[in-house]
């Protein structure tokens, strides 16, 4: 069996190595891929958002099935686009992607269905907004509406930050037309907690709950990044959590999203608050987060394609899902600078027993040598028993890995470890 995988990224590389997993994979082709994913998969130079050269390669080459992971693709149409040439695909079409494409579209999904969030309004006037701010309470979050590689969401903490926020997305198109609307909501306060989700439009299965850690710097200091490590499970998702949410958020959005007649299949993302009220919704993803895939797929036991396989023939009901009873540590490894401006082209030295825990973000290859190439090089991804023995081993792992101005937190996971004490 070939399948195709959409993207470039450690996310990706995860991805495919757990797909890697199942027999009757014959060949892997990942578009673009990565110097590091090359080495599971063949990689093409074709960009994640080149719908039609995507469309092309898939009717020379005819995988039997695609996995698109990226944001931008799928909010673009690309699994409309391969659906129509007939290769079956695993994750939204674009009229359901929309939930992460529009935060003013989220947002307005949850108070039509009574799902709970921040309390919000939007705007795509920028006198409005400025307005609105005279009174609003501070700290505030400001929040472009379309997709912003992650950089979109910036939390005010005096009325001037807030303005400066919104002239900077809205006159000064810092996100491009992304930034042509915008929600400002209330701040929220309590541990946050990602849960991936798989769901056939019928059948909604939570993955393993996990915490990521956003800022550059060790205590969670510095400018938010796409993520410098992840744990899992995430001590504050208690199974008393976990019911609520799935009563009060899960199936809701499932059947709000139906309701709108725009059923959502593939892998959807819950980013939730804990609040003193309960638990709230502080963003939608439609696909698989980054760095969060790579600490909950090592943790899948069940057949990872068997089960997108199930999502995208909405038999995901006949499918028994289960997770390993063990956690895992993600460390991210990042070229010093980032997420600002960074050096690159260093080469990257890698144990053979290293290999198999390491998802490579950032590399490209260069005459067989792995040279860095982005902010994010790669990730080390440790499963063990405990969490504290996972993040030891994570970091251990790391240790063996060398490249020029390699740079990562050293306190990632301590915050799970003292909510466990």
Aim: proline share 5%; glycine share 10%; with cysteine.
């Amino acid at each position: 069996m070939d399948i195709l995988v959409v993207g470039g990224g450690g996310r990706e590389h995860a991805i495919i190595k757990k797909l890697r997993e199942n027999k009757s994979v014959d060949r892997i082709y990942a578009l673009p891929g990565n110097g590091g994913i090359a080495k599971d998969a063949e990689c093409f130079p074709v960009k994640a958002t080149d719908i039609d050269g995507i469309v092309a390669f898939a009717k020379k080459y005819r995988p039997d099935y695609a996995v698109v992971a990226p944001d931008d693709p799928l909010v673009m149409g690309c699994v409309d686009a391969l659906t129509n040439i007939g290769i079956p695909c695993f994750g939204p079409e674009a009229k359901a992607a929309i939930i992460e494409g529009s935060k003013v579209f989220a947002k307005n999904l949850m108070k039509k269905y009574g799902i709970p969030t921040a309390r919000y309004a939007t705007f795509d006037d920028m006198q409005d907004a400025l307005y609105y701010l005279e009174s609003a309470p501070i700290p505030t979050v400001i929040k472009a509406d379309g997709l912003a590689l992650g950089k979109g969401v910036i939390i005010a903490e005096t009325r001037a930050e807030a303005k400066n926020a919104v002239t900077m997305m809205m006159q000064d198109h810092k996100f491009g037309k992304s930034g042509d609307k915008i929600v400002i909501e209330e701040f929220l306060e309590g541990p946050e907690v990602s849960v991936l989700s798989f769901t056939d439009g019928k059948t909604i299965v939570p993955m393993i709950s996990s915490m990521d850690h956003k800022r550059a710097g060790d205590g969670d200091t510095g400018l938010n990044t796409g993520g410098m490590g992840t744990v899992a499970p995430n001590p504050y998702y208690t199974d008393e959590i976990a019911a609520r949410c799935m009563e009060e958020i899960f199936l809701p959005t499932v059947r709000a999203m139906n309701e709108e007649g725009r059923t959502f299949k593939g892998c959807l993302y819950f980013g939730l608050m804990i609040t003193k009220d309960g638990p709230k919704v502080i963003e939608y993803n439609c696909r698989f987060g980054d760095p969060e895939t790579q600490v909950v797929l090592p943790l899948l036991e069940t057949d990872l394609l068997t089960v997108m396989q199930a999502v995208t023939e909405e038999r995901l009901a006949d499918v028994e899902v289960s997770w390993s009873d063990g956690c895992a540590c993600c460390v991210v490894a990042a070229s010093e600078g980032y997420p600002v401006s960074y050096e690159k082209g260093y080469e990257i030295t890698i144990p053979d027993e290293v290999w198999p825990y390491v998802y490579i973000a950032g590399a490209e290859d260069e005459d067989g040598r792995l040279l860095t190439s982005g902010g994010r090089v790669l990730g080390v991804t440790a499963v063990m028993p405990t969490l504290a023995e996972a993040i030891e081993a994570s970091y251990g792992m790391l240790d063996e890995i060398d490249f020029a101005n390699k740079y990562y937190r050293v306190d990632i996971g301590q915050r799970a470890l003292r909510a466990l004490r």
